[in-house]
């Protein structure tokens, strides 16, 4: 597509993306490639809608809610495509990409959250192995975003393994995956006090001694005190010896 190539040049463009945007007709031209175009064509199609959503809240809006564009962009991330490994994490990126952007606004979010499985598809590229870094990141920013809404916090905990997923990649991953992953967990087991979720994080190997060295490492003050407040969840659901632990202290003392 020509278009995503103009729109990169080091010019403003503004007034044209603008009118881009309001174009019904390139919008619904748009899907159509995501639906039925191949997977660089796909690849492009999305790229040019993050552009475009990227100018103001209503443009996210304009095109969120435009019939098909959220359905072919989940559909995208869930197939990727048969091309190559690199082409299918492209499109898996991209994609992830650009539901990102859209999900700035919270009516967006609530639509992609209200298609029918949305979140388990993310799910499905967490657990998968092969995943490149930066698509873990942008899987855990997406979800975050999506915990940031009750319905998203719901949707979350109704999915067996997601949250033990999300606490896998917790560490291991990157900084930014680890800060994500708190958010997350943060969302669903302290502000929502999902018992499956923090049943899914106790379980887990190590899972409160992890964030208790978690809380010990060079993580911001936020990261820390969210940490700190999964520990006294945690700490009143167990017997372990955290249960004397003060989560305002910063040193471990395990005896």
Known sequence: MILDLVLKEDYDYSELIRSMVRNQDLLSSIVLVLRKGNLEAKIKSASLLEILAFQEPESKLLIGEKDGVLSELLRLISSGGSDSSSSSSTAIETGLSC?????????????????????QKLGTILMNSESRVTVI?????????????????????????IVKSIFQKM????????????????????????????????????????????????????????CGDLLKIFRVNSKSCLSSYDTKTTHIMPF
């Open 99 to 119: 539901l990102i952007s859209l999900s700035m606004s919270r009516r967006i979010r609530l639509r992609i959250i209200r298609n029918k499985g949305s979140v």
């Open 137 to 161: 990141e942008k899987v855990l920013k997406l979800l975050e975003m999506i915990s940031a809404v009750t319905e998203g916090r719901t949707a979350i905990c109704d999915d067996p393994f």
């Open 171 to 226: 560490f291991k991953v990157s900084n930014a995956a680890t800060d994500h992953a708190v958010v997350i967990l943060w969302s669903v087991c302290y502000l929502y006090r999902d018992s499956k979720a923090q049943e899914s994080v106790m379980k887990s190997i190590n899972g409160s001694s992890k964030i208790l060295l978690l809380m010990q490492s060079n993580c911001s003050a936020s990261i820390r005190q969210m």
